[in-house]
T-cell receptor
Framework: KQEVTQIPAALSVPEGENLVLNCSFT??????LQWFRQDPGKGLTSLLL?????REQTSGRLNASLDKSSGRSTLYIAASQPGDSATYLC?????????????FGKGTHLIIQP | NAGVTQTPKFQVLKTGQSMTLQCAQD?????MSWYRQDPGMGLRLIHY???????DQGEVPNGYNVSRSTTEDFPLRLLSAAPSQTSVYFC????????????????FGPGTRLTVL
């Protein structure tokens, strides 16, 4: 069964710092890895999707990397802003165990201090 | 495009009551899924569909029924609500490219917060 772990569970940094969020998964037979942002009481907003054949994806100040062989992904946020405060979720797409869907980590709760 | 829409936003039920959570998408996506989000558990897959008339079970399907009569709609039914079904429910959709639902970028609705007393 696929398991996804996100470290740290919570992170608080001053505005302007660069930061890295970590995600690891146990089964490397994945189709892709997707990073989401979730604001309190809201739905999930897709940030970046990395297919299994790719190494990284970039969108603005965000860069996500994927090392499928080691079962790891990182989300790099450059020049953090208070508006980046949210919970960041990592999810892997696979059909492990017979169910075809995303397996989510529990998230990293990020606070950017003004 | 409205994207993925869900109704209602909030609902309170008594144990044993039934209800249907509605999900619709206007992106002509073939694939749709339901997840529930619980504190400390993350999001877990309930049911999914690869097209009209086709549904399958996810990780936590017990207590839930689904049907897919049109491409646009994918309702989730609770036949006899239980307190363990108190959760936030999210519907997601994705393009029908590739053999598997999880192969494609998933787009999520705003969620339905359900409380079962």
């Amino acid at each position: 069964k696929q398991e996804v772990t996100q470290i740290p569970a919570a992170l608080s940094v001053p505005e302007g710092e660069n930061l890295v969020l970590n995600c690891s998964f146990t089964d490397s037979a994945i189709y892709n890895l997707q990073w989401f942002r979730q604001d309190p009481g809201k739905g999930l907003t897709s940030l970046l999707l990395i297919q299994s054949s790719q190494r990284e994806q970039t969108s603005g100040r965000l860069n996500a990397s994927l090392d499928k062989s080691s079962g790891r992904s990182t989300l790099y946020i450059a020049a953090s802003q208070p508006g980046d405060s949210a919970t960041y979720l990592c999810a892997v797409g696979s059909s492990g165990g017979g169910a075809d869907g995303l397996t989510f980590g529990k998230g990293t709760h990020l606070i950017i201090q003004p | 495009n409205a994207g993925v829409t869900q109704t209602p936003k909030f609902q309170v039920l008594k144990t044993g009551q039934s209800m249907t959570l509605q999900c619709a998408q206007d992106m002509n996506h073939e694939y749709m899924s339901w997840y529930r989000q619980d504190p400390g558990m993350g999001l877990r897959l309930i049911h999914y569909s690869v097209g009209a008339g086709i549904t399958d079970q996810g990780e936590v399907p017990n207590g839930y029924n689904v049907s897919r009569s049109t491409t646009e709609d994918f309702p989730l039914r609770l036949l006899s609500a239980a307190p363990s079904q108190t959760s936030v429910y999210f519907c997601a959709s994705s393009r029908g490219q590739g053999a598997f639902v999880s192969y494609n970028e998933q787009f999520f609705g705003p969620g339905t917060r359900l409380t079962v007393l």
